[in-house]
Structures are given as C-alpha cells and as structure tokens.
C-alpha cells in the first residue's frame, strides 16, 4: 500500500496547504469559466465540489492539475506554485492524481500493464517493484484476480477501480476526481464510492467533484458549492445541505437532492409547502 502523507524526511507541512488557488481565472475564448476562484485545501481534508452543468468545476479541476492553462491567479500544491512551469510533469504527477469521469484506460495495456507504466516510464521504478505495488493496489480495490485481464473484459465500475489504482501508483499526496461515477450504470456506482470512502479514511488529501449528494454529504469534510465560475458558498456538508445560506444554493439543493433521494432543505420544504415547487 503506498505512502500518503506526510513523506518520512519531509518537514512537518501541516501549516501548508495541501491545495492553495488565488484568485483564478480562465476563459475559452469569449467565454469566461473561472472568474477569480480562491480555495484552499488542507492535507488530510476531502473536499467535495458540487455545482450546476458549466458551472466550471472541471475547469477547476484541470487547472490544479495543470492540464489547462491558467489566465490569471496562482495554483498551489504543498506551497509550490505548479503554474510557472518550473514543474516537470514528473513533480506534478508526484503531487496530484486525477480521476475522470470516462476512465481514460490505455486499452491495448492489461491491467498490469495499465498499473506499471507510468511508475517504471515516469518515476524510474524497477518493474519487479512496480509490478509488487500494482498487485497491493489492485488487493486494495478489490481486483487482484483481474490483474492480467484487458480493459475491455472489465465492467465499468472496475475499469474505474483499475483507474483509481493507477493514479495512486504514482503515489501522489492529492487525489482529484471529477465525478468518477457519472458514466456508470447505477448497480456499479456503489463499488466505486466505496474505494473512494475508504480513501478517504485511509487519510488521503482528496477533491470530489461529484452529483453524488448523499455521497458527498456523507464522505467530506467540507463542501464547495459553485455557480457560474465562481465558488458560491462553502461550509461543512450540514451547513451546505442542510442549512444553506445563499438562495442560488438553496435552488441548487432543491432541483437536485429530491432526485439524489435526499431531503430538501426545511425552509425550502416550508416554502414549497406554502407556494408548491
Ligand atoms: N476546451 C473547452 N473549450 C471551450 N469551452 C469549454 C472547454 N471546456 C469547457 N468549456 C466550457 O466551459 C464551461 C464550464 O465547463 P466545465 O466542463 O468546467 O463545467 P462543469 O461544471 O464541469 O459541468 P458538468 O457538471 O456538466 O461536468 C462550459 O460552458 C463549457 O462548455
Ligand atoms: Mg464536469
């Protein structure tokens, strides 16, 4: 099982966030996603971002990840600023994992093969050694017996199983995932989340990016809440769930939780009672 953090050697970091973003900016073109976006996130902390379509969070996700470039603002990562490009994919990779929703699989690699690329390719590690940790990774997501299988022969709850042990194979301190169950069919969502809470239990710095409401109430230590590029309201997931302050989240919760099986928070419920929905 790999390492998650703190790293033996390394100075106690605990006053350092694990992810620090400053005023973030980005737009495609006239389109403006990310409008002066600031965040931060502690090491150990699982944090869940929920928001409507377009709202930008995979935006946000790919711009910590440096798979986009920023317009304006500062990423951090353990206090190293990953946007100057003093990083080399390498640092990066050690730093961050991101999750997707379509699994991103290589399809012409086993699973084995998927799990021992980039450690041996990237990293450096001897493929005896790469090949031992991808087996205890796949233990931990409970696929060790598909380990010589071919992406094609998995349903998609394991093939995302196979994509979460990958990423930790390049043992990073921060696990991003944009939501990671989307693509599944509905019987297979549950043995995802549940590697995922496990994860999270284990210690691990995460961002979910999820429409998984009872999930992300159920996993995180605090919820974002973003609309229109910017982060709306933020606080623990009672706050956020149960007791929202901003009207654009309360409307969020209302479309959103009766369909997730969740409750609508009370005053929503009393307004809708009052005036119907
Ligand atoms: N590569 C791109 N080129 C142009 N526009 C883009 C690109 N990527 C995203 N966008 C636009 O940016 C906005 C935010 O997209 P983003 O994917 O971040 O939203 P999201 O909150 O993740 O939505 P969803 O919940 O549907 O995944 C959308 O209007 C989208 O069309
Ligand atoms: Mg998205």
């Not at 605990?14 to 600031?38: M, Y």
């Not at 090949?131 to 598909?146: F, M, N, P």
């Not at 042990?165 to 693509?183: C, G, H, K, V, Y």
């Amino acid at each position: 099982m790999p390492e998650t953090q703190p790293r033996a050697g390394e100075p106690a970091e605990r006053d350092i966030p694990a992810i620090e973003v400053r005023n973030l900016s980005k737009s495609f073109g006239q389109l403006s996603v990310l409008n002066g976006i600031s965040l931060s996130v502690r090491e150990g902390e699982v944090v869940s971002v929920i928001g409507p379509s377009g709202s930008g969070k995979s935006t946000l996700a790919r711009c910590i990840c440096r798979l986009e470039k920023i317009d304006g603002g500062d990423v951090f990562l353990y206090g190293q600023k990953v946007n100057d490009g003093d990083h080399s994919n390498k640092d990066l990779s050690r730093l961050v994992g991101m999750i997707f929703q379509q699994f991103n699989l290589f399809p012409h690699l086993s699973v084995l093969g998927n799990l021992t690329l980039s450690p041996v390719k990237i990293l450096g590690v001897p493929r005896s050694q790469a090949e031992e940790q991808a087996v205890a990774l796949l233990r931990r997501v409970g696929l060790e017996e598909k380990r010589n299988a071919w992406p094609n022969e998995l349903s998609g709850g394991q093939r995302q199983r196979v994509a979460i042990a990958r990423a930790l194979a390049m043992n990073p301190r921060i696990m991003l995932f944009d939501e990671p169950t989307s693509a599944l069919d509905p019987e297979l969502v549950g043995e995802v989340l549940s590697v995922i809470a496990g994860l999270a239990e284990s210690g691990m710095t995460m961002m979910i990016i999820t429409h998984e409401m009872l999930f992300a109430r159920d996993v995180s230590d605090r919820v974002l809440f973003m609309a229109d590029g910017t982060i709306v309201e933020q606080g623990t997931p009672d706050q956020i769930f149960s007791h929202p302050e901003v009207p654009r989240t309360r409307q969020f919760l209302q479309r959103t939780l009766p369909h997730y099986g969740g409750d609508v928070p009370t005053d929503e419920r009393k307004e809708n009672e009052r005036h119907g929905p």
